[in-house]
């Protein structure tokens, strides 16, 4: 057991940039790095002890703080997903902010946290082997309102359980909706496409969306639907069929309403037969988007110098529903001034 600070690189502004590298008792092994309080790869054993990197991300920090808009293994906020317009109104005032999706803005804009760096810290934690990342934003920050003091724990427990811990606290009624956006391919980061990969949600309804991937308000069941996993399927299963939902995002890129009632419980699942890997997903958010890197596009050179293709890693984003802010059918992102907030979600990997 251990864990290892060193030097990763260097961002643009010539900060060095810490990577904390944390091997529990059973060799499982964990990188994160400064730089988006990015999950920078996770080696898991198989069925035989083998061990294989199980997200997708970079080898250089220059990548990760471009960013080129695929999120690899970043924490994102200071809003996750979309933002209608990128416009919203917080106690009759209104907001706006970068449209970097189209009309709409996606992940907090071009200037996300995804992209900046955090201060790393190694901390105590019972629980296991934990490293903390805070991160300050100002009042205003990306168009948002009141200052937001906003800190992620990553913890390795000894049963192989990457627990993330948000935890922070705003100067103002504000927007507080980070995710960690880690693509999982349990069969190694450059192994191909996950198509092959079983998914289990426990998620009745799924929230469809507009032709900008902006929820409609709608709650839709998944029954009768290729959005369906109730029961355990191959992401390729359906992914091709013709439900206009899938054609629109091309692939599966669909917010599930999570059935936790806000406490942490089991929401889904991934599992790679062949190898025998196995992750659970926990989470006390009321929503998850399923997100297949559909725009993942060959042309995005990862570690080891190899090329993520579409389809190349999962995405489980524990979040608010998208674009909550502006739809009262959904429950709100907004924190009240100077109210501690705490989410948690948990990756538990095992074999079966
Ligand atoms: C989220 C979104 C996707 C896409 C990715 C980043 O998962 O829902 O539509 O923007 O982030 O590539």
């Not at 960690?180 to 426990?202: E, M, P, R």
């Not at 709608?218 to 029954?223: G, H, Q």
Request: charged letters at 25%; proline letters at 3%.
């Amino acid at each position: 057991m251990s864990i290892v600070r060193e030097v990763f690189g260097y961002s643009s502004r010539n900060e060095a940039i810490y990577s904390y590298t944390i091997v529990n008792g059973n060799g499982t092994t964990m990188k994160l790095i400064e730089l988006g309080a990015a999950l920078q790869s996770l080696k898991v054993a198989d069925r035989e002890g083998r061990f294989e990197d199980v997200v997708l991300g970079y080898d250089n920090s220059k990548q990760y703080e471009s960013g080129n808009g695929f999120y690899l293994g970043v924490v994102v906020g200071r809003s996750a997903n979309r933002i209608k317009d990128g416009r919203f109104m917080i106690k009759g005032k209104s907001y706006q902010l970068e449209k970097n999706d189209g009309p709409n803005n996606l992940h907090s804009g071009s200037d996300g946290y995804s992209s900046r760096r955090w201060e790393g810290q190694i901390v105590d934690d019972e629980r296991g082997q934990a490293v903390c990342f805070s991160i300050i934003s100002p009042d205003g920050d990306q168009g948002m309102p009141g200052r937001l003091d906003l800190s992620v724990t990553y913890i390795l427990t000894e049963d192989d359980s990457v627990i993330l811990e948000y935890e922070g606290v705003a100067g103002e009624d504000t927007i507080v909706n980070p995710t960690n956006h880690s693509y999982f391919n349990l069969a190694g980061h450059s192994s191909g496409t996950i198509y092959g990969q079983k998914v289990w949600i426990d998620a009745d309804e799924f929230t469809p969306s507009d032709e900008g991937l902006i929820p409609t308000g709608e709650y839709r069941s998944v029954s009768g639907t290729p959005l369906d996993f109730r029961a355990a399927k191959t992401i390729g299963q359906d992914i091709n069929s013709d439900y206009e939902q899938l054609v629109r995002a091309g692939g599966y890129d669909h917010n599930y309403v999570l059935k936790n009632n806000g406490n942490v419980e089991l929401v889904a699942s991934l599992e790679d037969e062949k190898s025998g890997r196995y992750m659970e997903v926990y989470t006390d958010m009321p929503g998850m988007q399923l997100y297949t890197g559909n725009f993942l596009s060959g042309k995005v050179r990862g570690k080891d110098d190899c090329y993520y293709s579409k389809g190349g890693g999962v995405c489980f984003e524990s979040q608010y529903f998208p674009d909550s802010v502006n739809n009262m059918a959904f429950e709100s992102p907004v924190v009240s001034a100077g109210v501690p907030f705490e989410y948690v979600t948990i990756y538990k990997f095992s074999v079966r």
